[in-house]
């Protein structure tokens, strides 16, 4: 793989973060945070709409008062509408996790925030899949004691709007952030960062419908934000890799190729300090990844080609 582009497209005296990138109706959006820092209690989020990846305005914007809304995430309904899916921090419950949902039919105009899942529970990226969607949650075993095991669950949708728990992942190590993809055959794919440590590897699970049980497969490298897709066969993997040496803790933005098990080298992204979290879409000429970096002491969402060698 190699570098086409990198492009700033969202910059500002604020705290942009988390995005996700998506084409829809002819268009394509970019979902983002803003806050004043990594963590506020006055955050919102952003739409960000393009037609030729160069020029980009905001579409929409929502906030929900006592809410930190994060990483917000976008699917397509089967109905054909746009979902958002984002997390919480409710300002008022001390930082309880919360999940909520919001949806339009045309990317500028959207439905106001919608509670799912339990207080405590946070689902990540939802994946659709023969007009069901998934997804996975997690949630500390105790708030009070994060040192403790944390839980994933996989749910699933008819609507976006009600989620049934369909399997528990028994996932050790801190599991949390997790993206599900589908290969050609039908099996789940299932991509989780771990954080019990900065040596923490991120793990990958394989299951067969009705996915309820699942292969684990430890991997050899930390994720942060991890994203995949499968591309022409090959899955092709993105998020922050983490590297330690005698000089120090490092986090670079970074895409590989996911193959055996085990991640490739990665090719680095521009950017340092708080960074990552890849949204990411193939158009059939290249791959998009949109992704945040900061400079600084602010972070900006950039925009990237990767086309293959």
Known sequence: MRIAFVRQIWKGPFHHAFPDLIYFQGRY????????????????????????????????????????????????????????????????????????????????????????????????????????????SYRFFDPLKKELEWIVDLHQTDDGVSFHKIASLNVKGHPNEATVRFDDEGSMWILIRRDKNWKSKAVLLRGRPPYREFHHLPLNSYLGGPNFLEVKGQWIVAGRFVSINPYGIFERMGISLLSHGKVGVPLFLPGTGDLGYPGMVWNEERLLVCYYASEENLSSIYLAGIEPV
């Not at 006055?42 to 579409?59: C, E, F, H, N, Y």
């Not at 397509?76 to 919001?102: C, E, H, Q, T, Y």
Request: glycine share 10%.
């Open 29 to 136: 959006f970019v979902s983002l945070r803003q806050a004043e820092t990594h963590f506020s209690a006055k955050s919102k989020i952003l739409i960000l709409t393009s037609t030729d990846l160069v020029q980009w305005a905001q579409a929409a914007e929502m906030a929900l008062p006592g809410h930190d809304l994060r990483d917000p995430k976008l699917s397509i309904v089967p109905d054909g509408r746009l979902m958002l899916n984002m997390g919480s921090l409710d300002i008022n419950s001390k930082g309880a996790l919360g999940s909520f949902v919001s949806f339009s039919k045309t990317g500028f105009t959207w439905t106001s925030p919608h509670s799912i899942l339990e207080t405590g529970m946070w689902l990540w990226r939802i994946t659709w899949h023969q007009g069901k969607g998934y997804g996975v």
